[in-house]
């Protein structure tokens, strides 16, 4: 079936800028999602990209997607303590309803 | 506007129970769609509601199964419930309009626990 896969754990320092990276393998997919995930809450959609796009940017957060090779990343700049959360991709395709996850990247933010 | 609201926030049952979760979707919003999510991984799809129909259900046995309203509120159901079936479980609502995912709201979910 089809996959989205990321790396799970990402620590940086406060200021800095975090990138989460996220794999799948499903041609078909039309729109990406990345959600934030705080404990205890559901979940907090932070921005999605089209398929047809190669970036979107808002505010602190830049996504990019490289459709080639089917990775998307999130990049935040000037990370903050209140942005630790665990970040989850997730994918839909064209004629579906239900989005498929990966299995979250926790960011840790250090002062 | 009150979201997307799930009930009870959390729930302890025991193997072989039967039980039932609530969602009442964001105002406007008319689709339904439920995910389980096991500690440490991300959601999966269990299925969605429009129409008061099931549209779509992922890998899910029949032990799950679910129901929509009227006005448009949701419930989930599972029968015989297993140990692996403790997780968060969350509901999203959308519009069934354009590519109804990009506004999709998921609520704060019921803790389910299994002993």
């Known amino acids: 079936g089809e996959d989205v896969e990321q790396s799970l754990f990402l620590s940086v320092r406060e200021g800095d800028s975090s990138v989460i990276n996220c794999t799948y393998t499903d041609s078909s997919s039309t729109y990406l999602y990345w959600y934030k995930q705080e404990p205890g809450a559901g979940l907090q959609l932070l921005t999605y990209i089209f398929s047809n796009m190669d970036m979107k940017q808002d505010q602190r957060l830049t996504v990019l997607l490289n459709k080639k090779d089917k990775h998307l990343s999130l990049r935040i700049a000037d990370t903050q303590t209140g942005d630790s959360a665990i970040y989850f991709c997730?994918?839909?395709?064209?004629?579906?309803?239900?989005?498929?996850f990966g299995a979250g990247t926790r960011l840790t933010v250090k002062p | 506007d009150a979201g997307v609201t799930q009930s009870p926030t959390h729930l302890i049952k025991t193997r072989g129970q039967q039980v039932t979760l609530r969602c009442s979707p964001k105002s406007g919003h008319d689709t339904v769609s439920w995910y389980q999510q096991a500690l440490g991984q991300g959601p999966q799809f269990i299925f969605q509601y429009y129409e008061e129909e099931e549209r779509q259900r992922g890998n899910f046995p029949d032990r799950f199964s679910g129901h929509q309203f009227p006005n448009y509120s949701s419930e989930l159901n599972v029968n015989a419930l297993l140990l692996g079936d403790s997780a968060l479980y969350l509901c999203a609502s959308s519009p069934d309009r354009g590519h109804r995912n990009t506004e999709a709201f998921f609520g704060q979910g019921t803790r389910l626990t299994v002993v």
């Open positions: 997730a994918e839909t395709s064209l004629n579906n309803n239900d989005m498929r």
